[in-house]
């Protein structure tokens, strides 16, 4: 029902863009007005998306499960199924969510992956998984090609994660994403600061070979 509700603003948005376009006075701010509440309307519908993806999961696990444990206990034993409640709590959680967004990227669904990601980033803040869907959120960006939102969520990611083992390849995705958006000079500096602090490892390497490739 919320993602039909988001579904018609957003329609509704684009029709109504036109007439109120042509209002004397008001046509320039209206627009910016229009393309911000879309822009809103777009990421609540991926995150939507994402719920759906993180129920739709969760219900082929439990289905797997409870086919194992059907073909492994005699039927007598069958334990009664999880009541509802509790397969939504399941699939409410932050592990769930993050799962099933690692299987979208991994299989290449990156606009699914996303979606859950986004999700994830809103839902869980405190989570110990939080650091890495960010970090996996910036790479799904990269993968589609929104290299902007790519920099972004990876400087966000290296800011708020400058410790964590993912930081290199971070890094090394932050100087592609400025090489892919023009900016070559702070893709320089952020491959060379790669090789400088992490020499030896693989994004660093690559790192070397990409610099060599900027003009």
């Known amino acids: 029902m919320r993602l039909a509700l988001c579904s018609l603003s957003f329609v509704l948005a684009l029709t109504a863009w036109p007439a109120a376009a042509q209002q004397e006075g008001a046509g320039t701010s209206l627009i910016y007005e229009l393309l911000d509440r879309v822009g809103q309307l777009e990421k609540d519908v991926r995150e939507l998306r994402g719920e759906i993806e993180v129920l739709r999961y969760q219900q082929q696990q439990q289905g797997g499960e409870q086919g194992q444990a059907q073909s492994e206990t005699p039927r007598a034993n069958v334990a009664p199924a999880s009541p509802p409640a509790a397969a939504a709590d399941a699939a409410a959680s932050d592990k769930a969510t993050y ?64 410790n964590s083992e993912k930081l290199p390849e971070a890094m090394l995705r932050l100087g592609q994403s400025y090489a892919r958006l023009g900016d070559t000079g702070k893709a320089r500096e952020v491959l060379r600061r790669l090789t400088q602090a992490y020499p030896g490892t693989a994004a660093a390497t690559q790192a070397s070979r990409q610099m060599q490739d900027l003009h």
Do not use: K
């Open 99 to 162: 799962e099933a967004a690692i299987v979208h990227l991994r299989e290449g669904r990156y606009d699914e992956a996303i979606g859950l990601l986004e999700n994830f980033n809103t839902r869980f803040t405190s989570s110990p998984l939080t650091g890495n869907a960010l970090y996996w959120l910036g790479e799904s960006y990269f993968m589609t090609g929104d290299y902007a939102h790519a920099r972004d969520t990876l400087l966000q990611f290296g800011a708020g994660y400058p």
